[in-house]
């Protein structure tokens, strides 16, 4: 949907105020977009928005503020990472100006001790200075004293009752539930910055073992948390403004999802710098901090750090991918939806490394390695689709017929030990890249994306098990080495991929499976351990899909901008290099190209 990116900021947050908050290049989304000027239908869209009618979004801590009042009795549960104090305080003063008495009832109180929560989530953690941890198999129940919290009701003559704070719920009042979301990209940045904590901790950790424990423990309890208590929620509320809130009643949010359901889903995308990172997406992408090293990362769909944005009246509301997952699931997936669940099978992102630096070379783990060790269900298998490339680009993929195990993990150690170059071409292969290839990873398979490439990275969902072996002697942008993983990986590195091998089986060999006057279907066959597929679908003016009761996640990667129509009648619009997901319930839809040229649009899916 084209939207403009003209906003009024209501949050009041200055550029001090941002610096202390959030440790981050990144722009905080705005509370409201404006009705100014309307982007370019070719032109990216950092803000896209699934449209409500009007009058579904609300704004501002007065109107919550209204609404807890005429309810007298709340709870207000959310996520971790949220500003709490901040929230009670905007609240508070609303409820003084009304000469109101509250029973204030934070959850954090009934906390088990931080000693007893380190003890029984140590075994999930890893070592200290291990980069993984295990899926955390505990409940969020399972951290408080919950005997005490559920006794908290007040019996004193007061106006108002209110219960806030992650787990709020457990405390079965009967009594309206507010949730309050934080995006993860805005948990990531304020852990950065140092101004929250993991749950029962009293003080904030490094970020290196605040990440490990959030993804590995804090997010397992707090999703599945979430997901229990959909239907007890009766309000639905973004927290990452510091002092404003836009929020919308439950019916409203789960129309908007049965909506999305059965029609078209573009995630809010995300920008990450990194140590490699290139300037292609600097360069291409508008509305996005241009004042910053390189981007390495464009989040374009990995569910588990992605949000879904609603607009209503211009106010914008986001809330995390998994509750569509969660209420959503069968029409999202179709035929799949019994294997995968809640799980979102399939991500797509951007690595920028276009007048940047090599990749790590690296490998991800087995099936059995990932469920074993990481407590993940599924595993890293990956493609890189060169999106864009300059001349004599390269993909390092796949052994050399002369590999020798020993030799080679003798000189990655050494390397690592003495900080010593390795001419990794003795040992790894170097393919030329070239717009439109898809290279095959599967797990064990040693890779990496050379310099000057936009890879689009077709892969299954799982995103942080990298095993590097050889990082270039680099460090990483605040100065530090960044970690090797060779145990880990030469646990899992497959080495009958070498030699001639890699070529046959690696790089995908495209094949046009059907064609008319002017547009064609390309089938690019990916591995036998990829559990998905891709098709490029070339058009010049207009192709019909049938789904098939199977998701489709899909990429204009040639051409300026197109629109889809689903069988719904929903109709939006997507610039080059936009990602979007049709669900399987959306049953067919139609592409019309806007552009002059022929339109290629890379669908994945589920074999």
Same mark, same amino acid.
């Given at each position: 949907?084209?939207?403009?990116?003209?906003?009024?900021?209501?949050?009041?947050?200055?550029?001090?105020?941002?610096?202390?908050?959030?440790?981050?290049?990144?722009?905080?989304?705005?509370?409201?977009?404006?009705?100014?000027?309307?982007?370019?239908?070719?032109?990216?869209?950092?803000?896209?928005?699934?449209?409500?009618?009007?009058?579904?979004?609300?704004?501002?801590?007065?109107?919550?503020?209204?609404?807890?009042?005429?309810?007298?009795?709340?709870?207000?549960?959310?996520?971790?990472?949220?500003?709490?104090?901040?929230?009670?305080?905007?609240?508070?003063?609303?409820?003084?100006?009304?000469?109101?008495?509250?029973?204030?009832?934070?959850?954090?109180?009934?906390?088990?001790?931080?000693?007893?929560?380190?003890?029984?989530?140590?075994?999930?953690?890893?070592?200290?200075?291990?980069?993984?941890?295990?899926?955390?198999?505990?409940?969020?129940?399972?951290?408080?004293?919950?005997?005490?919290?559920?006794?908290?009701?007040?019996?004193?003559?007061?106006?108002?009752?209110?219960?806030?704070?992650?787990?709020?719920?457990?405390?079965?009042?009967?009594?309206?539930?507010?949730?309050?979301?934080?995006?993860?990209?805005?948990?990531?940045?304020?852990?950065?910055?140092?101004?929250?904590?993991?749950?029962?901790?009293?003080?904030?950790?490094?970020?290196?073992?605040?990440?490990?424990?959030?993804?590995?423990?804090?997010?397992?309890?707090?999703?599945?948390?979430?997901?229990?208590?959909?239907?007890?929620?009766?309000?639905?509320?973004?927290?990452?403004?510091?002092?404003?809130?836009?929020?919308?009643?439950?019916?409203?949010?789960?129309?908007?999802?049965?909506?999305?359901?059965?029609?078209?889903?573009?995630?809010?995308?995300?920008?990450?710098?990194?140590?490699?990172?290139?300037?292609?997406?600097?360069?291409?992408?508008?509305?996005?901090?241009?004042?910053?090293?390189?981007?390495?990362?464009?989040?374009?769909?990995?569910?588990?750090?992605?949000?879904?944005?609603?607009?209503?009246?211009?106010?914008?509301?986001?809330?995390?991918?998994?509750?569509?997952?969660?209420?959503?699931?069968?029409?999202?997936?179709?035929? =799949? %939806?019994? $294997?995968?669940? #809640?799980? &979102?099978? /399939?991500?797509?992102?951007?690595?920028?490394?276009? !007048?940047?630096? @090599? +990749?790590?070379?690296?490998?991800?783990?087995?099936?059995?390695?990932?469920?074993?060790?990481?407590?993940?269900?599924?595993?890293?298998?990956?493609?890189?689709?060169?999106?864009?490339?300059?001349?004599?680009?390269?993909?390092?993929?796949?052994?050399?017929?002369?590999?020798?195990?020993?030799?080679?993990?003798?000189?990655?150690?050494?390397?690592?030990?003495?900080?010593?170059?390795?001419?990794?071409?003795?040992?790894?292969?170097? =393919? %030329?890249? $070239?717009?439109? #290839?898809? &290279?095959? /990873?599967?797990?064990?398979?040693?890779?990496?994306? !050379?310099?000057? @490439? +936009?890879?689009?990275?077709?892969?299954?969902?799982?995103?942080?098990?990298?095993?590097?072996?050889?990082?270039?002697?680099?460090?990483?942008?605040?100065?530090?080495?960044?970690?090797?993983?060779?145990?880990?990986?030469?646990?899992?590195?497959?080495?009958?991929?070498?030699?001639?091998?890699?070529?046959?089986?690696?790089?995908?060999?495209?094949?046009?499976?059907?064609?008319?006057?002017?547009?064609?279907?390309?089938?690019?066959?990916?591995?036998?351990?990829?559990?998905?597929?891709?098709?490029?679908?070339?058009?010049?003016?207009?192709?019909?899909?049938?789904?098939?009761?199977?998701?489709?996640?899909?990429?204009?990667?040639?051409?300026?901008?197109?629109?889809?129509?689903?069988?719904?009648?929903?109709?939006?619009?997507?610039?080059?290099?936009?990602?979007?997901?049709?669900?399987?319930?959306?049953?067919?839809?139609?592409?019309?190209?806007?552009?002059?040229?022929?339109?290629?649009?890379?669908?994945?899916?589920?074999?």
């Amino acid at each position: 949907m084209n939207v403009n990116l003209n906003y009024t900021n209501t949050s009041g947050w200055g550029k001090s105020a941002n610096e202390k908050l959030r440790k981050t290049s990144q722009f905080l989304m705005p509370v409201r977009l404006t009705n100014n000027s309307s982007i370019a239908q070719d032109e990216y869209n950092v803000y896209p928005v699934s449209s409500l009618e009007g009058g579904k979004i609300f704004n501002g801590y007065h109107s919550l503020a209204r609404y807890i009042i005429g309810k007298k009795t709340v709870i207000i549960d959310g996520y971790a990472g949220v500003f709490w104090n901040a929230i009670k305080e905007a609240l508070n003063k609303h409820f003084a100006e009304e000469g109101l008495t509250v029973n204030w009832v934070e959850t954090s109180a009934y906390l088990r001790s931080q000693q007893e929560i380190e003890n029984s989530i140590e075994p999930f953690l890893g070592a200290p200075d291990a980069v993984w941890g295990t899926k955390c198999t505990l409940t969020l129940r399972d951290l408080f004293e919950l005997d005490k919290l559920t006794e908290q009701l007040s019996g004193k003559a007061v106006d108002l009752n209110i219960m806030i704070g992650p787990g709020a719920a457990l405390s079965n009042w009967d009594a309206p539930v507010i949730y309050i979301d934080l995006p993860k990209n805005e948990v990531q940045f304020r852990m950065r910055a140092g101004v929250i904590t993991n749950i029962g901790a009293h003080e904030a950790n490094e970020p290196f073992y605040m990440y490990k424990r959030f993804y590995f423990v804090d997010w397992v309890l707090l999703n599945n948390h979430k997901k229990q208590i959909l239907n007890k929620i009766d309000v639905i509320a973004d927290g990452q403004w510091t002092d404003d809130i836009n929020w919308m009643y439950k019916a409203d949010f789960i129309d908007g999802l049965d909506d999305l359901s059965r029609s078209v889903i573009r995630v809010r995308p995300w920008f990450e710098p990194g140590a490699w990172g290139g300037h292609w997406i600097q360069e291409h992408i508008k509305n996005i901090n241009k004042d910053v090293v390189n981007y390495a990362w464009s989040f374009e769909l990995i569910v588990p750090e992605n949000g879904l944005v609603f607009e209503s009246d211009g106010y914008l509301l986001e809330v995390s991918f998994d509750f569509l997952m969660f209420n959503n699931q069968q029409e999202v997936l179709g035929l =799949h %939806a019994q $294997k995968f669940g #809640d799980e &979102f099978p /399939i991500r797509f992102d951007f690595l920028d490394t276009y !007048g940047g630096g @090599n +990749l790590s070379i690296q490998c991800h783990p087995s099936l059995k390695y990932i469920q074993e060790n990481f407590g993940e269900t599924i595993t890293q298998d990956e493609t890189y689709y060169i999106l864009d490339c300059k001349d004599k680009a390269e993909v390092y993929l796949g052994f050399q017929e002369s590999i020798q195990p020993e030799e080679f993990r003798s000189v990655l150690e050494t390397s690592q030990h003495d900080n010593k170059e390795v001419a990794i071409t003795n040992y790894v292969q170097a =393919h %030329a890249a $070239k717009k439109h #290839d898809l &290279f095959l /990873i599967p797990n064990g398979t040693v890779h990496s994306a !050379g310099a000057d @490439n +936009l890879v689009l990275e077709i892969s299954a969902t799982p995103y942080i098990f990298t095993f590097k072996m050889y990082d270039w002697l680099r460090l990483d942008l605040d100065g530090n080495p960044r970690p090797i993983n060779i145990e880990h990986a030469f646990n899992n590195l497959n080495f009958e991929l070498k030699g001639e091998k890699v070529k046959t089986e690696l790089i995908s060999k495209q094949e046009v499976i059907w064609q008319g006057e002017d547009w064609q279907l390309v089938h690019l066959p990916t591995h036998q351990e990829h559990f998905y597929d891709v098709h490029r679908i070339e058009f010049d003016k207009e192709f019909t899909i049938e789904t098939h009761n199977q998701c489709h996640v899909m990429m204009l990667v040639e051409g300026s901008a197109i629109t889809i129509k689903t069988a719904n009648g929903t109709k939006q619009t997507f610039a080059y290099a936009e990602t979007f997901v049709v669900p399987a319930a959306a049953q067919s839809y139609k592409l019309t190209n806007l552009g002059k040229s022929r339109a290629k649009v890379i669908k994945a899916f589920l074999k």
